[in-house]
């Protein structure tokens, strides 16, 4: 009788192998070491777009924080000609130059608290001029025609002219007696050829204007994109509801641009808010106390009354106007997204 030999099965089956470097070597892949390796790649790819990140936010460290930065500092010193070699040893004074700022009119007569309700009606009152206006515009060469791209073009004519190129031909054009707005308006018996423009409390409207002129095409922009995003489904799901056409614009297009509108009003307003270069270049030196933004009036408590604390602190105040509002938006864009 044959005898029968037991051979003894493996208890555990045979383990994974893998190369460990040596010339036909193998060795077995512990649970341990699989998981090292996955932490390791996913450590890896959660860590890349730091990386990848890595120059932008050295970028907007230099050019935007550390300035930010340098300019809260000079705020809470007393920094003048005398000083100024010498900066960082200025005499620390707190928050002085801005109780100064607020209480004390520049050397123009104009105070801050005077200067944020000129940017305030300045920047607010553009906006909701030029926001229909870039509406309709949008809406005139929404739909393709012979032609359209051509408007179009010319609808963006004043937003691409430099801002200093628009002040003179606005210096130009509003010049007292010979400018072709009192031209114009001395033709149509509507004002006095000699309407005085460029100076005194008139010289706000004119720069008024010419901010309307030159800034709408920006909300027509946004408006022209956000129209042709729509999808046309829903344009043809209302027609075969038998919608009208103001039921479309009210139930279709205002709300898939109303996000769009919110956030062009909103960039809108503060471009208008910190905009310098025009009261500047448009009106003579020193300006009418009538146009004088808070940019205007830091620039002239730093470079005519050499106060650099005071103009630091306005440049401080206006950085906090302008984040605040700004801020409002994001956060309810995140509370209506539920984030």
Known sequence: MAMKTDVPAPSDPEPALRNDGRRGGKRPVSGHDRGSLLARFVRGQ????????????????????????????????????????????????????????F????????????????????????????????????????????GSGV??????????????????????????GTGFVDQILGDLHIANRNFYWLIGPHAFWAMQITEIWATWPFIYLLALAGLQAIPKEHYEAAALDGAT????????????LGGVLKLGMLLSTLFH?????????????????????LPINAY?????SFDFGIASAI?????????????IYIRATRISEGG
């Open 151 to 176: 408007v179009r073009a010319i609808y963006l004519i004043p937003y691409v002219i430099p801002t200093f190129v628009t002040a003179l031909v606005a210096r130009i054009a509003f010049a007292n």
């Open 273 to 293: 808010f910190g905009n310098f270069t025009l009261a500047f270049v448009m009106f003579s030196s020193p300006p009418p106390p009538s146009v004088e933004v």
């Open 46 to 101: 959660r860590n890349r777009p730091l990386w990848m990140l890595l120059p932008t936010g050295i970028a907007i460290t230099v050019i935007v924080i550390v300035p930010v930065i340098i300019t809260v500092v000079l705020s809470l010193l007393n920094l003048n000609v005398s000083t100024l070699r010498e900066w960082l040893g200025a005499p620390f004074t707190g928050f002085k130059n801005f109780v100064n700022a």
């Open 300 to 304: 002239f408590n730093a470079f005519s």
């Open 245 to 256: 056409m103001g039921q479309r614009l009210r139930h279709i297009v205002l709300p898939e």
């Open 103 to 146: 209480t004390q009119p520049n050397i123009l007569g104009v105070s801050l608290v005077r200067s944020i309700e000129i940017s305030f009606v300045f920047s607010i009152l553009t906006t909701l001029v030029t926001t229909p206006i870039g509406i309709l515009a949008a809406f005139s060469v929404h739909r393709r025609f012979r």
């Open 315 to 327: 440049a401080v105040v206006t950085m906090v106007i302008l984040i605040v509002p700004a801020y």
